[in-house]
């Protein structure tokens, strides 16, 4: 298929090659496309992409005026001066080019760029495989560029199509006029035929090709910022330092989604409306040569490309006046519909506790409340709509007839003919359209704006974590004599209020530790710390060096998927045989799981939570860590089988140093030392050792 469309389009491209010459503006087209690529190929990033497309512009420009400076003093032969554009029209493409460069150093597209060019200037080597060459092997950066450089050139070649059908547009209406009837088949048979096929089938490859780039974007920045979301604990620590950015899940998901569609159709949409934009104003131009000020015989320069502008811009103007409220609405309809979203996710989660106090009611109340919400907001994007729409519709109406309007009166005197005036009303629609690109953009830029400020604070709240602290946060650093020290360390809330300190405190390899204390007074807090997640404070703790450390917490996480797969957790499944997975089961009593390894369901919702326990245990078994911390692991346990799972842990794991916290007087007889959390005289917590019995047998 794709071979097809290609061979169609080059077979349709050297047929026009041959009927190009007849245009009066091909001098601008061939050149700005040759430097755009040649820039293409050359830029490494979006941003220097950018200031190169803008230099190859500005350079495009500067040669224009000379010619026309040229032409202007005659120095250009008669016949060469016809594809010179008067002076006026590169000086305002020129000043054109500068609002783009202008564009380009506002800080919010240095921001677009900014996260673009994460993917752009990727060094990691990947593969494409491309129609008729086969598997390349490239940088992911180099595969992107050289996909973007492709879609820009089919796109300014669209362009390119478009004026040529403009000019076809002109001569089959002469031919009409002339009663040519060989002219009207030839322009038929041999310009029209060949320009829609190449039309569709780059259409077609356009597709495709914009369809790669945007789902190899997309995977890139998917896994990049999911592993710096994931990265030391960073998921973690930023949910305790606050709102900065809510909704992560959300950010990665949709929110890069929409950025990059959405930076692709604008900055794609932008150059072709632009392109378009100054090759048919250019037509606009020359063919204003004869028109006068309406009722006299002053001549007017590029009057039809004035009338036009200032049509565009009051359009412009009354579409801003009344679509703006629609910013507001769309940015409250996205906030309502997240909510609705989020209060169903949340219901499903605790289903069984709503079930079981027969909440279905008030769920049922509070869901439609908030659907209320929903339809409350719609209404009034329906009827924001409903006069925008009115407003539009009247405005696209008359721009079909607007210019006939404006060229009938030259045309009934003679002054232009039926293909010229056919041109006319096809040129200045195509100014028209590329200038509407701003009125139909309107609402898209301002929900890619929001889209990227949620970026930006999501790339930022990572940073602010990583940064955490840099001067004072509790250190990790290696121990060289196998115990698990800690000095001079104060645990603090995120909010910087101090909650407990601990001096001097050792947790000894080979020792069993049960730490207890009240409630609240910091226990997991501290093994938080010890594990590196809790940065909040000061001081040191000096970890065993080399060695491994497992922490179960009370509640586990249990990944969605096959119970194998939440066995094994964190390790993947091909790093345990079935044999070791399933007497690792057995040894945690749960040998009613063993022959269920496959099965896919909600486990975290199907176990109780004395089970869930269990299979965290047998995590542990299978996992052998050097240390291993209980943080009321097993209180979901009743006392025989607690005591049994300890028991399990010291045969199954004899090298393994165990902590514990718990409540349990029970638990004593399991561990060799205690440490309690007791308030001193300032009010802060600190652990204080206790005397302990031996460990029963
Ligand atoms: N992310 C957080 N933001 C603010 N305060 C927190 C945060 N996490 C814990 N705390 C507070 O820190 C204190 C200590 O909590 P921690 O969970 O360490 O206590 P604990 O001794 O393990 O309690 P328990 O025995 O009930 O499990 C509590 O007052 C708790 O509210």
Redesign the pocket.
Known sequence: MIQASIATAAAGLALLALQWGGTDISILLPVAVLGLSVALFLARSMAKFLQIFIGVLAGVEGLLVALSLLRAFGLVSESFADYVPPASMPIGATIFAFIIFGVSRVPVIRTITRIADRYFTSRALSEIHVPLIGRIRASEGAIGTALLAFLLLINLGQVALNVRLNFFGRDMFNALQEKDAGAFWYQLFWVFVPLASVFITTALVEIVSQYVLRIRWRGFLNRLYVHEWLSEGTHYRM??VGHAADNPDQRIADDLKSYIDQTYTLSIGLLNQSATLVSFIAILWSLSAGFTLPGTDIPVPGLLVWVCIAYAVLGTWLTHAIGRPLIRLYFQQERVEADYRFSLARLREYTEQVALLGGETAEQQALNGRFGMIVRNFMQIVRRVMRLQVFQSAYFQANVVVPYILTAPYFFIGKVTLGQMQQTVGAFSSVQGALDFFITSYSTIANYKAGVDRLTTFEAAIEAVRHQGEKGRVTLAPSHNGDLNVEGLQVA???GRV??TADGVSFRQGETTLLT????????????AISGIWPFGTGQILVPKGQSMMLLP?RPYIPMGALRAAVTYPGTHVAYGDAAIKEALRAARLPALVDRLDEERAWAQTLSLGEQQRLAIARALLAKPDWLFL??ATAALDEPTEAEIYAVIREKLPETTVVS?G?RSTLSAFHNRRID?VKTEDGL?APVERRQPEPAE
Not at 517 to 528: C, D, E
């Open positions: 949910q305790l809330l995120p909010d909650l407990m204390g009240p409630s609240g007074s910091g226990k997991s807090t501290l093994f938080r009370q943080d009321e916290i409540h959390m917590f």
